[in-house]
């Protein structure tokens, strides 16, 4: 645990380095919201009105947070890294290493982009704070929880990439399986709550993903209940747990195919 | 003159052919590109049947336009990657000093240069604009219209991407505005004008040029009007005029890192 420790500790002191190009990261978050609170202004004739039960304020302040968890995961980044690995062998590199490929992955991707959360996350607060004038009512033990949730949701986010983009071991670019996911994710999880799809469809849709990696956290941020914030947590430690199996079963299956000529 | 422009064209088919094959040697991953591409650009169809369940219309856009504006957005992103990919990646040819290779060919630096590459994927987005398109109602006018609009909306697009990567001629991380300003077009264009209102409006007639690539065109395809038609075409010829200028203007400071590379 200690050496992935490091790891981490390594990429953020990489990525302080760089804190301008992460501020400026920060206009393609802004843009992006902008967007959003746009079509939720133009949807919402009266602020006070209620659709699929939220109002104008938390249907933003829920855009704001799933924004940050996807636009602070940097899941292409991940993405292209790994299939590039498998592409061109370099990840013979790490097997003779003292980690796992997985671990170090993980460690490496969350070292380098903990920064960029954290700047995503106040500089988000206080774009959401100039549009809309203030925050939903919670105490600051229940935004510690909230962040916890964040935390967790993109630990889960980077395991799910990592999985995807290793099926590069079978079919040489897992690009477009990522793009699939990401536009899920959008749509089902971060543009709308789950509240806005049918019935039948939102059963489903509380035991996918999207439950735990978008939703949850930000429905906790604009309608926190304690019973909520036990129920994500769990299931995102039960998602971590999943995920990060289906990583080492692909990887260790996958590994076996490697061919790599000497140079 | 005209010999000179019809070797040029030559060329650029030339490189998009051999990029192409390339790309054709793993027919697996370059069908799978195209067909996840489809299937990606899809959802934005689910989100907006979703919106459309919450209110009727946005502005003068309906369902239908709605979806004409999404479909037109992915042909003119498909158009401009797969045809001109380079020009999104212009900072990095030209922080490396990988222009060298196209500076001593006998042939046009700027057009050599943005069309030696494709992004295959860029054919899911085409195949998925006309698709679209054939769901909103064929007729032979708005085919072609659809097409030229494809073609304009796609140049522009190209045009923003070369000018902003050009500014790496001068200033460093210039990539980084490029990119925020491409990410900017294509987000922005698959929402329709009515949601955006005051200066944002005007800065997309304007400066970013969003409602002359894909607004204007909208409403052309859905009810002909000649003065918009002329705006767009015109538009996209002064934008290609701007690009050529502060692009040769920026190779007058571009200095050969001597880096050694083929072309394969």
């Known amino acids: ?263 | 003159m005209l010999m000179a422009v019809r070797n040029q064209i030559k060329v650029i088919f030339l490189s998009i052919k051999y990029a192409l094959m390339r790309e054709l040697l793993n027919k697996t991953t370059f069908l799978s590109n195209v067909i996840f591409m489809v299937l990606n650009n899809s959802s934005m169809i689910i989100q907006w049947l979703i919106l459309f369940s919450i209110r009727d219309n946005f502005g003068d856009y309906g369902l239908k336009q709605v979806i004409l504006l999404i479909g037109l957005s992915s042909s003119i992103y498909g158009f401009a990657h797969f045809f001109f990919e380079k020009s999104f990646k212009l900072s990095e040819t030209i922080n490396t000093g990988k222009l060298d290779a196209y500076i001593v060919q006998p042939k046009n630096i700027l057009l050599s240069t943005i069309t030696s590459d494709i992004q295959v994927s860029a054919l899911g987005d085409l195949l998925f604009g006309l698709i679209v398109y054939l769901f909103y109602g064929f007729s032979f006018p708005s085919f072609i219209l659809y097409y030229i609009f494809t073609m304009t909306g796609g140049l522009i697009l190209v045009c923003i991407s070369v000018i902003f990567h050009s500014l790496s001629f001068w200033f460093n991380n210039a990539d980084l505005g490029a990119d925020t300003i491409n990410n900017m077009m294509i987000n922005v264009s698959t929402y329709p004008d009515s949601i955006f209102k005051g200066a944002v409006k005007w800065l997309l007639f304007t400066i970013i040029p969003v409602g002359i690539a894909n607004y204007i065109p909208v409403k052309i395809i859905t009810s002909f009007n000649p003065y918009l038609f002329i705006i767009n075409i015109s538009v996209c010829l002064l934008f290609i005029v701007i690009t050529f200028i502060i692009f040769y203007k920026g190779l007058r400071r571009y200095s050969s890192s001597n880096l050694m590379s083929a072309r394969i």
Request: proline share 3%; net charge positive.
């Open chain 1, 1 to 263: 645990m200690k050496k992935y420790l490091f790891i981490i500790k390594t990429e953020i002191m990489s990525n302080l380095q760089y804190i301008f190009n992460v501020i400026f990261g920060y206009v393609g978050y802004f843009i992006l919201l902008f967007i959003l609170f746009n079509l939720w202004k133009y949807l919402y004739s009266d602020p006070n009105e209620l659709i699929n039960g939220y109002s104008m304020s938390q249907m933003m302040w829920y855009v704001v947070i799933t924004e940050i968890l996807w636009m602070a995961l940097g899941g292409k980044k991940l993405n292209t890294k790994i299939c590039n690995d498998v592409k061109s062998g370099n990840i013979t590199y790490n097997i003779n290493k003292p980690y796992s490929y997985i671990g170090y992955s993980l460690s490496t991707h969350l070292g380098d982009i903990l920064v960029k959360g954290v700047v995503y996350f106040l500089l988000g607060m206080l774009t959401g704070l100039i549009f809309l004038g203030k925050f939903p009512s919670l105490n600051i033990i229940q935004v510690i929880v909230v962040i916890i949730t964040m935390f967790l949701a993109t630990i889960i986010s980077i395991l799910i990439i990592m999985a995807l983009s290793l099926v590069a071991f079978f079919i040489e670019d897992a690009t477009p399986f990522y793009w699939v996911y990401s536009k899920l994710i959008l749509i089902l999880g971060t543009i709308f709550p789950i509240e806005y799809f049918p019935v039948i469809f939102q059963k489903i849709l509380n035991f996918s993903p999207i439950y735990v990696v978008s939703y949850g956290p930000a429905k906790l941020f604009v309608d926190f209940s304690w019973k909520s914030a036990v129920v994500i947590i769990i299931a995102q430690i039960i998602y971590i747990f999943i995920a990060y199996i289906i990583c080492q079963i692909i990887y260790k299956k996958g590994v076996k195919r490697i061919n790599v000529n000497g140079g």
